[in-house]
Every structure is written in C-alpha cells, then in structure tokens.
C-alpha cells in the first residue's frame, strides 16, 4: 500500500496533466523563436555580427500584430551597420515561420552575451499582448585573436594535381610488375 505522500503526488500529477492537456487543446498560437548570431571578420580590427531571428507558431491559431525586439545590443559596443533591430507583422499563420536579420559592426574587444530577444503578438481571445521570448544566444568573443586558419590550397593540387597522378600510376605499375603473382609462385612449387 503506498504512503499518503506518494498519493498526493500521483494525485497532483493527473490533476497537472489533466490541466495541462485541457490547455494545450486550445486553439492558440504558440509562438517559438530561435536566435543567431555568426561572427565575421572583415578586415583586421574590424568585426561584424550577423543576428538571425526566426520566429515560428507551432500553435493551433494565427497570432496577429506580431513584433520583435532585440535591444540587447549596447551603442558603446556595437554599431548597426544594416536591418533594425525591431521589426513588426501584421500576421503570423499557425505553422508559419517569419525570419528578420540585421548586422552589427563591432566597436570593442571582449566576450558578449546577448539577452533573448522579445516577441510580443495578440491572440484573438484576449486583449492583452502576449510575450515569448527567443533563445539566448552562445557568448561571442568579439574581436578575439585568431590564429590564421590553415586552409587547403586546392590551387596546388589544381597545379600539381595531373603530376600526382601520373607518378601514383607509375608506381602501382611497378609495384604490379615487380611483385610475383600467387598464381606463378605456384606454378613454380609444383615444377620443383
């Protein structure tokens, strides 16, 4: 027989469930953003950020007056270089996906941590906007040194390419030749 705690809590998990299945079959947007944001070095000493917002609704419904906010981005730190940093919709169908992109030209060296991006939309059954919030995104290490990438230089095997595989034949032409076949080191054995 089980303890009355263990009632209480098996009680109180059907009641949540149940509150909570009831609430998810609503018809209501439900609103998911994911934000980015990639590093670019242009020049040296020059870095520029470019943030990705996409906004989805995996809800029921469609969310209207659908707006995006990002300032978490300080003017001492960064410049915006192109896009806004807010931007509005008047709709956003359930299943629907909207994407805003700005860019932002670093003016300082460190490590920056931007804070979710807002989004806020009205739902046709209530007067008060609703908020979602996006992702956070990974620390950037802005202006940081880099060592040079080692890159693969496809001109020298465009330029040395024809000769690697002439001497690749040859050699497996003189390997063949020079090693003795199972079938004649046979041969040879039973001669004997």
């Keep these: 027989m089980a303890d009355p705690i263990s009632k209480a809590l098996i009680a109180f998990a059907l009641v949540a469930s149940l509150f909570l299945s009831s609430h998810a079959s609503t018809d209501v947007p439900f609103i998911v953003a994911h934000k980015k944001a990639t590093l670019n070095r242009i020049k040296s000493g020059a870095e520029r950020v470019s943030v990705t917002i996409d906004i989805y609704n995996q809800g029921t419904s469609t969310a209207y007056d659908v707006s995006l906010s990002d300032e978490s981005w300080p003017s001492d730190a960064f410049a915006l270089i192109s896009g806004s940093t807010s931007k509005s919709w008047e709709r956003l169908d359930a299943g629907g996906i909207l994407s805003h992109t700005f860019e932002l030209e ?26 979602a919030y996006s992702t956070p995104i990974i620390p950037l290490d802005v202006l940081a040194d880099r060592p040079p990438e080692k890159k693969f230089e496809w001109r020298l095997l ?17 390997y063949l030749v020079a090693t003795p076949s199972k079938s004649s080191a046979k041969g040879s054995k039973k001669k004997r």
Aim: charged residues 20%; hydrophobic residues 50%; without cysteine.
């Design 158 to 174: 465009a330029k040395y390419g024809s000769l690697i595989s002439v001497i690749s034949i040859v050699v497996l032409f003189i």
């Design 106 to 131: 670093a003016k300082s060296k460190g490590v920056f941590s931007s804070e979710p991006a807002i989004i806020k939309f009205r739902v046709p059954t209530k007067s008060a906007l609703q908020e």
